[in-house]
């Protein structure tokens, strides 16, 4: 079952930069989309999230790209902070009438992201 | 801040034993899950479960599992005869109407 996927295992950066992770579905059921950070030995933790009627979110340091018709979406975080290092997991779902998740999330295998001083 | 907790943090188990995990979610949410992540794998998802019944289940929530509210705060998932690939860390997780998900911290489960 590969329908979200996140094909970097890891990713490395250094603090400040730009980090970016990316994510690809192919169920076009989904329509929205969430990106989870999680800790060891801790759940994940919302992070942040978006419509398919929207190509960006922004929250703080964090953005969420949609590109609808690649079936491709990225998180961006700017400036990256070494407290930033986990996992993180791209999540997809249909949506309700409110736009917002809806139903079961699929999860990607997650991305870990190392942020150096 | 309101959050989903679960018990046991670890359970370790015999093959073959009974197990019951439980959850409670965040009070005023309505839809209840439970996930699970097997080590080096991906989180799947097993249930859903709205208004008292199960909503979604997944092809790996076979007979041997079951889920319960059994009193209104609780929800618990119970796994009647474990197998050694039941091995995983366990999530619940809940959300109102218009919210996402919100996750508890997990049970390890190991079965020997």
């Known amino acids: 079952d590969q329908q979200v996927k996140q094909n970097s295992p890891s990713l490395s950066v250094q603090e400040g930069r730009i980090s970016i992770l990316n994510c690809d579905y192919t169920n076009s059921m989904f329509d929205y989309f969430l990106w989870y950070k999680k800790y060891p030995a801790e759940g994940p933790t919302f992070l942040i999230s978006i419509s398919s009627i929207k190509d960006k979110n922004e929250d703080g340091r964090f953005t969420v790209f949609l590109n609808k018709s690649a079936k491709h979406l990225s998180l961006h975080i700017v400036p990256s902070q070494p407290g930033d290092s986990a996992v993180y997991f791209c999540?997809?779902?249909?949506?309700?009438?409110?736009?917002?998740?809806?139903?079961?999330?699929?999860f990607g295998q997650g991305t870990i992201l190392t942020v150096h001083p | 801040e309101p959050e989903v907790t679960q018990t046991p943090s670890h359970q370790v188990t015999q093959m073959g034993q009974e197990v019951i995990l439980r959850c409670v979610p965040i009070s005023n949410h309505l839809y209840f899950y439970w996930y699970r992540q097997i080590l080096g794998q991906k989180v799947e998802f097993l249930v859903s479960f709205y208004n008292n019944e199960i909503s979604e289940k997944s092809e790996i929530f076979d007979d041997q599992f079951s889920v319960e509210r059994p009193d209104g705060s609780n929800f618990t998932l119970k796994i009647r005869s474990t197998k050694l690939e039941d091995s995983a860390m366990y999530f619940c997780?809940?959300?109102?109407?218009?919210?996402?998900?919100?996750f508890g911290p997990g049970t390890r489960l190991l079965v020997l």
């Open positions: 999540a997809a779902s249909p949506s309700n009438a409110g736009g917002t998740s809806y139903g079961k999330l699929t």
């Open positions: 997780a809940s959300t109102g109407i218009w919210e996402t998900q919100y």
